[in-house]
């Protein structure tokens, strides 16, 4: 199964994901407790990325690590990029599922401005990116699968690429991502009446044991909100 959608830029958005139960691994929130909470609190950030990307008006591919090919992150988003600009796009833009704070026409900007720049970017606060598009014109294997990735210092050895080459970039507005439960506790404090941030609190307030019936009331909160915590769509043809 396969989004399609009527794209005159030929545009693609990868979301590059990992399933709940494999995030919960990678980023302990919860310090090894409670890892339901935790794997509730993945489900709600997929099922919100889910909900962008179906809004975004473009192709999307959602590729988790039963999709995702090779031995570690920087070869399988570099085969994720390369895979998708073989199948025709001419531009590709990618974001995970931990940014609560993008927003659908940051995405539809992000497709207009790869119309006259050949790359995009969206940091994060902590030195990453939360999105990265460019066009299959500057996209080259081995210099894509040498960036920092994952690391404090991806931001600004993808600037020093782009100084170097004299690349047209747009670089969006710094958003924060969920990487640790700091994260997660700072999001809910700064965004106090967003839905987003009202489930956040009541997942923090079970991970602390102060309400034991949060795994009962989340789902219910989310399926009221139109939200729902169904599995995001994975596309067999990618």
């Not at 073989?86 to 995405?107: H, K, R």
């Not at 970017?121 to 996209?139: A, M, N, Q, R, T």
């Not at 690391?151 to 640790?180: A, G, P, Q």
Request: proline share 4%; with cysteine.
């Amino acid at each position: 199964m396969i989004n399609k959608k009527m794209d005159p830029n030929n545009t693609a958005l990868l979301v590059f994901s990992l399933s709940a139960k494999k995030e919960v691994v990678r980023k302990p929130i919860g310090d090894g407790h409670r890892p339901e909470e935790q794997e509730a609190l993945f489900n709600l950030l997929i099922a919100n990325t889910r909900n962008l990307a179906t809004q975004c008006g473009v192709d999307f591919y959602w590729v988790d690590e039963h999709e995702q090919i090779g031995n570690n992150f920087s070869s399988r988003f570099t085969n994720a990029f390369q895979k998708l600009f073989d199948a025709g796009y001419d531009n590709v833009i990618s974001i995970g599922n931990d940014s609560p704070d993008l927003t659908t026409q940051l995405l539809q900007d992000a497709v207009h401005k790869l119309e006259s720049n050949k790359m995009v970017l969206g940091p994060s606060k902590d030195g990453g990116v939360y999105l990265i598009g460019l066009s299959k014109e500057i996209f080259h294997h081995g210099t894509f699968l040498n960036f920092r990735w994952q690391t404090s210092f991806l931001l600004d050895s993808l600037k020093d690429h782009i100084d170097t080459h004299k690349i047209d970039v747009e670089i969006l507005r710094e958003l924060s991502d969920i990487d640790s439960r700091k994260d997660l506790e700072d999001y809910a404090k700064s965004n106090p009446t967003s839905l987003l941030s009202k489930l956040f609190k009541l997942l923090i307030a079970s991970l602390n044991r102060k309400w034991k019936r949060t795994l009962e009331a989340v789902p219910l909160a989310l399926h009221l909100s139109n939200i729902g915590l169904r599995a995001p769509p994975v596309f067999n043809s990618f």
